[in-house]
């Protein structure tokens, strides 16, 4: 492992812990040349996740992207980035339990959107809008009625029909 500050590959590793709930493991380096300490994580290398569009192409999957649009969702909103972190994980994690090479994005739209109104109803309108391609206002009225009949998971009250 390159040093960040000098370069040098001499290091020693100082600590190792599980982190993100077991499926990475943290490391404290030290550098044997300089004494900057600096940290790495170490994930399995899994297959490549491609995602089918809508158009017909297909593109690798990007934890960053998805990332990107629940942050951009949740803009000024109070959402910490570390829960937004954990959404994007867990469902990269049942992807890839449920799909073998590709995915269609839609399913992985409706992930997302399942995971916002769960954690915020502003940023799930946010990005139901742009993921539904809302063209006027009557949609976003639409949408916010329908959000007001349907109560979150974990009221209490089992769903009955999805």
Excluded: N, W
């Amino acid at each position: 492992m390159y040093c960040p500050k000098c370069g040098s590959l001499e290091d020693k590793v100082i600590d190792s812990r599980l982190s993100k709930d077991g499926r990475s493991i943290r490391r404290r380096r030290e550098c044997l040349k300089c004494a900057q300490r600096f940290t790495t994580y170490e994930e399995i290398e899994r297959s490549e996740l491609r995602v089918a569009k809508r158009d017909g192409r297909s593109e690798p999957f990007d934890k960053e992207k998805l990332l990107a649009g629940m942050l951009k969702a949740c803009e000024k909103r109070p959402v910490g980035t570390e829960a937004l972190e954990k959404v994007a994980e867990d469902i990269m994690h049942e992807l890839q339990m449920e799909f073998r090479r590709e995915v269609p994005s839609h399913v992985i739209g409706a992930k997302v959107m399942v995971a916002l109104h769960e954690t915020d109803e502003v940023a799930y309108v946010r990005y139901a809008s742009v993921y539904r391609h809302f063209q006027d206002i009557g949609e976003f009225i639409h949408e916010i009625q329908k959000l007001e009949k349907k109560p979150k998971k974990g009221s209490g009250q089992p769903e009955l029909f999805k």
